[in-house]
């Protein structure tokens, strides 16, 4: 009886402290890149990240990312997302990805072709005023800082 009640408090930490993030077993990320642009005129960021995620079994149809969503003023609004590289590379093909930003999830409609193996790049772009992580203010001197 002893044993079984050490074994229970020895495992109920470790069922606390689980690691709860929802899985996309279909999908490995294999490369981000995050381009960020400040002001000293304004708390708005304006962001871009590509992607290059690699498709693990057939037919995955969508992809989470984790973005704050808009709210009391701060977070983060999607202007696009788009596939392949970086918008603004001279020569790139892009085309639009459906996607959805709610409760601090953006979720991509990914094309239906997507096959064991294959790779694909997408970029976000987004912008808002960071609800936190980012701190942007007056420091001591009342000049802005990041």
């Known amino acids: 009886m002893i044993l079984r009640i050490a074994a229970l408090l020895l495992l109920v930490p470790a069922l606390l402290s689980a690691d709860t993030y929802p899985r996309q077993p279909g999908i490995d990320v294999l490369h981000y890149v995050f381009r960020l642009g400040l002001t000293d005129t304004s708390d708005e960021i304006t962001g871009e990240a590509t992607v290059t995620v690699k ?9 989470s ?9 701060n977070g983060m609004t999607v ?38 193996g294959h790779e694909l790049t997408f970029t976000v772009r987004y ?19 990041f």
């Open 55 to 63: 498709f693990l079994r057939d037919g995955v149809v969508d992809l």
């Open 79 to 116: 202007q696009s997302v788009r596939r392949g590289g970086p918008i603004d590379v001279p020569g790139s093909r892009s085309e639009n990805i459906v996607f959805t930003h709610t409760n601090n999830r953006l979720r991509l409609v990914l094309p239906p072709q997507s096959r064991a």
């Open 127 to 145: 912008r808002g005023i960071p609800g936190g992580g980012l701190r942007i203010g007056e420091n001591i001197h009342r000049e802005r800082t």
């Open 65 to 73: 990312l984790d973005l704050t969503s808009l709210a009391g003023g």
